[in-house]
């Protein structure tokens, strides 16, 4: 995995698109092709908005780094979010959280824009017709919004979750910090999973499964940390 495109180069870091993308590009597409082929230019719209919105967020963490001289080695997007890998951990704790709050603050920051823009230049556009650009930005805006709002959540292995383990760091043992944030990680991955079954809602269900697995890796590794990951 995470071998895919070479986009460009940030401050000397690749920025690769990986190859999980087309995973995701494929379910966009079996899922809204029930409802017809008028329904794929919104599965295109939203692959757009998806990907656009994972690149602003990485962007987000990488340029925060750089800010501080943390140089990375490489800038990944992938069909389940994405990742940057900055060469050494920074020095201090309020670093980390400023490098982790950049993420969502990014895309948070997209859909207030996008929000402004929307009501300046037409108060009633809803996502009906395709043919308008306007509603490219109202989808862009949602999942800005939901990606930013999303990575807040306090638990292992998102952004929230990092924050509050390292703002933990201040007051608890760094291993108890990370034990509580893999823990809600748990709690967080679990509940969207058995949601996402609920509501047959298959990518929350992939989601929650995701998180929760990263979560139970990151348990096991605090149990016994000189195993290899
Ligand atoms: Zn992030």
């Given at each position: 995995m995470f071998g895919g495109l070479r986009l460009g180069v940030y401050a000397g870091a690749p920025i690769i698109l990986d190859w999980s993308v087309a995973i995701l590009a494929a379910f966009l597409v079996l899922s809204n092709i029930a409802a017809g082929m008028s329904a794929l230019p919104f599965a295109l719209i939203t692959l757009i908005s998806i990907l656009l919105a994972i690149f602003i967020h990485e962007m987000g963490h990488a340029a925060t780094a750089a800010a501080f001289r943390i140089p990375n080695r490489r800038i990944v997007i992938t069909g389940f979010g994405g990742f940057i890998e900055p060469a050494w951990k920074p020095a201090y704790r309020s670093q980390d959280i400023l490098i982790s709050a950049a993420g969502p603050a990014a895309n948070l920051g997209c859909a207030a824009i996008g929000w402004v823009l929307l009501r300046a230049l037409?108060?009633?556009?809803?996502?009906?017709?395709?043919?308008?650009?306007l509603s490219f930005l109202e989808r862009f805006m949602q999942v800005s919004l939901a990606l930013g709002a999303f990575n807040l959540?306090?638990?292992?292995?998102?952004d929230g979750g990092h924050i509050l383990r390292v703002a933990l760091g201040y007051r608890v043992q760094e291993s108890k910090a990370a034990k509580i944030t893999a823990w809600l990680g748990l709690i967080i991955g679990a509940y969207l999973g058995l949601a996402g079954v609920a509501t047959q809602a298959l990518w929350a269900t992939g989601i929650g499964l995701y998180i929760a697995s990263a979560a139970l890796e990151e348990l096991r590794r605090l149990r016994n940390p000189t195993r290899k990951r």
């Open positions: 037409s108060p009633a556009t809803t996502l009906e017709g395709f043919d308008d650009p959540l306090p638990g292992f292995p998102l």
